[in-house]
């Protein structure tokens, strides 16, 4: 009996991994557990401007398209996989950085295909013809792409694609930084308005519970 005794003091303590973690999180306040399962996701502190249901609305976001994102970015950075332009290209490209008042241009034709890069000459400091069509050039938008500049050109519009229209974009509310692009992820995601700035209530610390777990699961699965 005394030998089993003192077999079993000698055995490693075996800890109850899931009991501590819940014990560690039941300890933090509502806050604290958006901020820690927002970290865990981004892997930074989250913007002090952020109220607690925006950060809600943003962790739902990255558990929603964080796979696809990451997936994304695997595929992307792959150098066996990078794409390489033809050398066709390439000898436009290094010409468009010796011809002075001529520019490199990407046009996007009507039929819906993207034509070969070609060098244009300006006219008038602002304009070049692409299939007998005149086409404003505005600095403001030109695009850099590595060591080389060019401009984008739409065949149904006269204006290059450009970022000029920012402010347009955001008044119709397809901004891709827009918060109502979050809030409309966040919707999807789980059942219930989060979009009233109203104090959290129980059942939005159970939701808070549930993201936490499902944060956990996540990056279970991952390894």
């Known amino acids: 009996m005394f030998n089993k005794k003192k077999e079993e003091k000698q055995r490693p303590e075996i800890k109850d991994l899931a009991k501590e973690y819940l014990g560690e999180i039941s300890r933090l306040s509502q806050v604290q557990l958006i901020n820690k399962t927002y970290f865990n996701l981004y892997n930074k502190k989250p913007n002090k401007d952020m109220n607690p249901t925006q950060l809600l609305h943003r962790?739902?976001?990255?558990?929603?398209?964080?796979?696809?994102?990451?997936?994304?970015?695997?595929?992307?950075?792959?150098?066996?996989?990078?794409?390489?332009?033809?050398?066709?290209?390439?000898?436009?490209?290094?010409?468009?950085?010796?011809?002075?008042?001529?520019?490199?241009?990407?046009?996007?034709?009507?039929?819906?295909?993207?034509?070969a890069p070609k060098l244009y000459p300006i006219y008038q400091s602002n304009m070049v013809i692409i299939q007998n069509r005149p086409y404003q050039v505005d600095p403001r938008s030109f695009w850099r792409?590595?060591?080389?500049?060019c401009q984008i050109?739409?065949?149904?519009?006269?204006?290059?694609?450009?970022?000029?229209?920012?402010?347009?974009?955001?008044?119709?509310?397809?901004?891709?930084?827009?918060?109502?692009?979050?809030i409309?992820?966040?919707?999807?995601?789980?059942?219930?308005?989060?979009?009233?700035?109203?104090?959290?209530?129980?059942?939005i610390v159970i939701i808070i519970g549930i993201?936490?777990?499902?944060?956990?699961?996540f990056f279970m699965s991952q390894g």
């Open 59 to 115: 962790i739902l976001y990255r558990m929603k398209f964080g796979k696809y994102i990451n997936d994304t970015n695997k595929f992307v950075n792959n150098k066996k996989k990078k794409f390489k332009w033809p050398n066709k290209f390439k000898k436009v490209f290094k010409s468009s950085k010796k011809k002075k008042n001529m520019i490199l241009v990407w046009f996007l034709n009507i039929k819906g295909e993207i034509e």
């Open 211 to 217: 993201i936490a777990v499902a944060v956990l699961v």
């Open 184 to 203: 409309k992820a966040a919707l999807q995601a789980v059942a219930g308005d989060f979009g009233k700035k109203k104090p959290l209530d129980k059942k």
């Open 145 to 149: 792409m590595g060591k080389y500049t």
């Open 153 to 182: 050109i739409k065949g149904i519009d006269r204006r290059p694609v450009s970022n000029l229209d920012y402010a347009e974009i955001q008044k119709r509310g397809d901004s891709t930084d827009s918060d109502e692009f979050l």
